[in-house]
């Protein structure tokens, strides 16, 4: 049994009157420690079927229907409980904006310690130590620095750091990262990767890696899905598409890759 | 370079206005210099002079005394009613915000329809329930109060509770009461800082129109509005009944406006 199995996600919005499908029966699957891309161009349902597989996408105005199974429960139907359990312990997500996905007003340290503090009951010191460890363990220069730093003192790079951080502080099953290196530049994008295929190394993490740039998923994953308007149009080994794309799509995908001498060329 | 000089004279005018205010207040408080109710028929119409500063009024009691007994009524009524309706709007704007749905739908339906009532006739109207008083001109402006508060918290907490630090708490699994309790409420506090003061101008301004309407504080006890209005009838014989009243609720208003606005613009 694989570990994440999506089959036939749909997830539509009702507005008042229409009803608007973001993402059109959508299958995915993951085993541990895979490592797969889903590319397209902005606005093709990505971040939604991240949010869904996330269990993040509010319950009034979306309908969600399909199976989303981790590890052999159905996230879609469980009960609350269960899924805040699950999503605590063995999913967690980074997202795109370093700016946003930190609270302005706390401090980061307290911010990576959030997830302890959720689901453990730990003295703070131990807390501490764990914060600190998982600071280092993305690789900040400085973890007791940035431990007692606010969000605004750190850079875009550092914020995302610490983002990973204390996203797998938990040491989670699956990580889910949502373009997490589009508001950086080029060279902190390419550490960013390097971070991310040595967590899944190291700790067997599995990654789901969102982003519109083809050649930094060609760089991170082996699998990759292509999605347009809410459809998964291309699927397979990235390697493969990326040499001999079949969608005319994915061609232009991939010729809006900027030259960058970080990347080997295909 | 030119504005902010501008601000800098405005915050300090707005300081000495407030700081003034708060001086009556606390002698209000502890010590006027003569009972504010005591009549002296000797005195009726007494003009100003160094025994009475600002007069005295048609029954004899010495203004000064009253304006400050009628500046502590009128801040602590301003004050309760700005608590009331910061603290009730913000269960309402929380409660709307953070869980929408038919909940929200119906308190802003609710809420609309109250502020689109004039505040005036709405706490006519709660006082022609509840009798008049201080007690009910509290609650009448107090639930005229909620409605603006509530929606600016609506607003913030819709616009906090979808940024992606809101969702990565949700996916640690921490509960409703938490993410609104730690994650949200403490930001709230910049767009809290600046309607309290605006709103507590209103009620300001609120409470001494309710009282010059006789909504509130019963005679013979001083409030400013009051004293305004049994002025009325005096107005060109005895004007200073009239003017002192007047004069300490516009230096409360531009005070509080003042120092409001250099604070706004400042942040
Ligand atoms: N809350 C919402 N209600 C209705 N429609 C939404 C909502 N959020 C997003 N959408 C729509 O869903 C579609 C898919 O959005 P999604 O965020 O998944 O795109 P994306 O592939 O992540 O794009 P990007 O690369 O810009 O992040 C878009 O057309 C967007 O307009
Ligand atoms: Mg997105």
């Not at chain 1, 795109?96 to 980061?108: A, G, M, R």
């Not at chain 2, 009524?73 to 700005?82: K, L, N, R």
């Not at chain 2, 704007?93 to 038919?102: E, M, S």
């Given at each position: 049994?694989?570990?994440?199995?999506?089959?036939?996600?749909?997830?539509?919005?009702?507005?008042?009157?229409?009803?608007?499908?973001?993402?059109?029966?959508?299958?995915?699957?993951?085993?541990?420690?895979?490592?797969?891309?889903?590319?397209?161009?902005?606005?093709?349902?990505?971040?939604?079927?991240?949010?869904?597989?996330?269990?993040?996408?509010?319950?009034?105005?979306?309908?969600?229907?399909?199976?989303?199974?981790?590890?052999?429960?159905?996230?879609?139907?469980?009960?609350?409980?269960?899924?805040?359990?699950?999503?605590?312990?063995?999913?967690?997500?980074?997202?795109?904006?370093?700016?946003?996905?930190?609270?302005?007003?706390?401090?980061?340290?307290?911010?990576?310690?959030?997830?302890?503090?959720?689901?453990?009951?730990?003295?703070?010191?131990?807390?501490?130590?764990?914060?600190?460890?998982?600071?280092?363990?993305?690789?900040?220069?400085?973890?007791?620095?940035?431990?007692?730093?606010?969000?605004?003192?750190?850079?875009?790079?550092?914020?995302?750091?610490?983002?990973?951080?204390?996203?797998?502080?938990?040491?989670?099953?699956?990580?889910?990262?949502?373009?997490?290196?589009?508001?950086?530049?080029?060279?902190?994008?390419?550490?960013?990767?390097?971070?991310?295929?040595?967590?899944?190394?190291?700790?067997?993490?599995?990654?789901?890696?969102?982003?519109?740039?083809?050649?930094?998923?060609?760089?991170?994953?082996?699998?990759?899905?292509?999605?347009?308007n809410g459809l998964v149009v291309e699927s397979g080994n990235c390697e493969e598409i990326f040499r001999n794309p079949r969608q005319e799509y994915t061609k232009k995908l991939i010729n809006a890759i900027p030259k960058n001498p970080f990347f080997k060329e295909a | 370079m030119d504005k902010s000089k501008n601000q800098k004279v405005k915050f300090i005018i707005g300081l000495t206005l407030v700081g003034i205010i708060f001086l009556m207040m606390i002698a209000g408080i502890f010590c006027t210099p003569y009972d504010p109710l005591a009549m002296d028929m000797s005195a009726k119409f007494a003009g100003v002079s160094f025994k009475h500063i600002m007069g005295c009024d048609n029954f004899g009691r010495d203004i000064?005394?009253?304006?400050?007994?009628?500046?502590?009524?009128?801040?602590?009524?301003?004050?309760?009613?700005?608590?009331?309706?910061?603290?009730?709007?913000?269960?309402?704007?929380?409660?709307?915000?953070?869980?929408?749905?038919?909940?929200?739908?119906?308190?802003?339906?609710?809420?609309?329809?109250?502020?689109?009532f004039p505040s005036v006739l709405l706490a006519l109207l709660v006082i022609g329930v509840l009798g008049g008083g201080t007690h009910s001109l509290i609650i009448a402006l107090g639930i005229a109060f909620v409605p603006s508060f509530a929606r600016i918290v609506r607003g913030e907490v819709l616009r906090i509770r979808n940024l992606d630090y809101i969702q990565c708490v949700r996916l640690y699994g921490a509960s409703h009461l938490r993410i609104i309790v730690v994650h949200i409420l403490p930001n709230l506090r910049t767009v809290l800082l600046s309607s309290v003061l605006i709103g507590f101008n209103n009620a300001v301004l609120a409470e001494a129109g309710m009282n010059y309407l006789g909504m509130g504080t019963q005679p013979p006890n001083p409030s400013l509005g009051l004293m305004l209005s049994e002025a009325q009838s005096v107005i060109f014989t005895n004007p200073w009944n009239a003017i002192f009243p007047g004069l300490v609720i516009v230096m409360m208003i531009l005070g509080f406006s003042l120092l409001s606005d250099a604070m706004e613009n400042k942040s």
């Open positions: 049994m694989s570990m994440l199995k999506v089959e036939d996600l749909c997830i539509k919005v009702h507005d008042k009157k229409t009803t608007d499908t973001l993402v059109y029966d959508v299958d995915l699957e993951m085993e541990k420690g895979d490592i797969l891309g889903i590319v397209g161009e902005s606005g093709s349902g990505k971040t939604m079927t991240a949010l869904a597989i996330a269990g993040l996408l509010s319950r009034h105005d979306m309908e969600k229907s399909g199976h989303i199974t981790f590890e052999g429960i159905n996230l879609l139907e469980v009960e609350r409980k269960v899924l805040r359990k699950i999503q605590g312990n063995e999913i967690s997500m980074v997202f795109q904006e370093p700016l946003n996905s930190l609270n302005p007003l706390k401090k980061v340290g307290w911010q990576v310690e959030e997830s302890l503090r959720v689901h453990t009951v730990m003295d703070k010191a131990e807390m501490k130590e764990r914060a600190i460890q998982a600071l280092r363990d993305v690789e900040l220069d400085n973890p007791e620095a940035v431990y007692n730093s606010y969000p605004h003192e750190l850079s875009g790079g550092m914020r995302q750091r610490a983002m990973i951080a204390a996203a797998m502080i938990i040491q989670p099953r699956l990580l889910i990262a949502d373009e997490p290196t589009t508001a950086l530049d080029v060279t902190i994008q390419a550490e960013i990767v390097e971070l991310l295929k040595r967590i899944n190394k190291e700790r067997g993490t599995a990654i789901l890696f969102i982003s519109h740039d083809l050649s930094l998923v060609n760089s991170l994953c082996e699998r990759v899905l292509v999605m347009q | 000064f005394s009253r304006v400050l007994v009628g500046v502590r009524e009128t801040m602590f009524v301003s004050a309760t009613v700005v608590f009331i309706g910061t603290f009730v709007g913000i269960i309402i704007g929380t409660v709307t915000g953070y869980f929408g749905g038919w909940v929200d739908e119906i308190l802003m339906r609710i809420n609309d329809a109250v502020l689109a």
